[in-house]
């Protein structure tokens, strides 16, 4: 094999995630390392995630609450009463508490109804939110209120999914009630790190700090996610095709072996593929959820997918619309 074929398999940029750690529900620790990267492209690449990720990764959180019963409610509305805490600090700790979408989610809605109904007297924790099913509390023992009297309160929420790009739009607020500023950002905190080896070469080290609604790890996926759909406009479908049919053959006969040459190629058509989302396929709604709801979101999971396999993940004719993407993407 010739020296510039050695060097180029050699420089095949890959990622591991070396360390993680749950320093506690709501505060996750994770640290992946890219390499090798060419001088400069590992500053590409962290200003890009690091923007992304606090910028397009998205957060649930409530932004609303008006009180039932609002004969409980002092004059000024500071104090209510039976309840210890004042409304400030009840605002405050139904700010903190952190949500995020359940394992079946598939709700594509970015507001939701929530609710408290509780009778004292007792503590108000955050396992007492009552919440839609695409939604769940990942610590339930945060707590909200202490409730000093045998009274009864109801507490009316609103819980939206808000991008850190975004600005929360307050016509969609009920007029009645108080609002909450949200702290919606997932991602508490980002550092990395470049270093040299080697004459022209880099190592990128990420480290994510989550607030538990997503591990580091998903989120720096959701921020890939972002980054491609975001840019996948300016490519035309021409520049999107890839050609798999030598890799067809390839993985057809598994007990070929490979050149090394080979097995660079597999593993470069493989990436490429696991980098172009169902998304970009512009399917149709229901198309598009029944291959989601099956974990298929990538073309290198429609590729491993047969025919018949996709005939017990969706109907007749949404498998024929598929079929007839890949074919016009020239991937079948």
């Not at 002092?74 to 139904?94: C, Q």
């Not at 707590?143 to 850190?164: D, Q, S």
């Amino acid at each position: 094999m010739k020296k510039d074929e050695v060097k180029r398999i050699e420089h095949i940029v890959q990622w591991s995630c070396v360390a993680t750690k749950e320093i506690s529900q709501h505060y996750k620790y994770g640290r992946f390392v890219l390499c090798p990267l060419r001088e400069g492209q590992a500053e590409t690449i962290a200003i890009s995630l690091r923007k992304t990720l606090l910028s397009e990764v998205e957060g649930i959180c409530i932004t609303h609450v008006n009180v039932i019963a609002a004969h409980y409610i002092s004059y000024d509305f500071s104090r209510i009463v039976g309840v210890k805490e004042s409304v400030a600090e009840l605002l405050t700790n139904l700010q903190q508490i952190v949500l995020k979408n359940s394992a079946d989610s598939d709700s594509d809605s970015d507001i939701f109804d929530a609710s408290i109904c509780v009778k004292g007297p007792r503590h108000i924790t955050s396992k007492d939110i009552i919440l839609p099913p695409s939604l769940d509390i990942v610590d339930d023992t945060q707590h909200i209120a202490t409730l000093a009297l045998p009274i009864e309160l109801c507490l009316e929420l609103k819980v939206e999914r808000i991008r850190g790009s975004c600005l929360r739009r307050e016509d969609r607020l009920p007029r009645k009630g108080f609002p909450i500023i949200p702290l919606y950002l997932p991602i508490r905190k980002i550092n990395y790190s470049i270093k040299s080896f080697g004459e022209t070469l880099e190592i990128l080290t990420l480290e994510i700090w989550t607030n538990g609604s997503y591990t580091p790890k998903e989120a720096l996926w959701e921020a890939c996610r972002h980054l491609v759909n975001l840019t996948s406009i300016f490519f035309n479908n021409e520049n999107q095709n890839i050609s798999l049919t030598r890799t067809k053959n390839m993985l057809s006969s598994l007990t070929k072996p490979y050149s090394p040459q080979e097995a660079a190629e597999l593993r470069i058509t493989a990436m490429k593929l696991q980098m172009i989302f169902v998304e970009q396929l512009h399917l149709d709604p229901t198309t598009l959820e029944s291959l989601q709801r099956a974990k298929i979101l990538t073309l290198y999971d429609l590729f491993n997918k047969s025919t018949k396999e996709l005939m017990k993940i969706a109907k007749i004719e949404d498998v024929i619309k598929i079929v007839a993407i890949l074919q016009k993407w020239n991937i079948i």
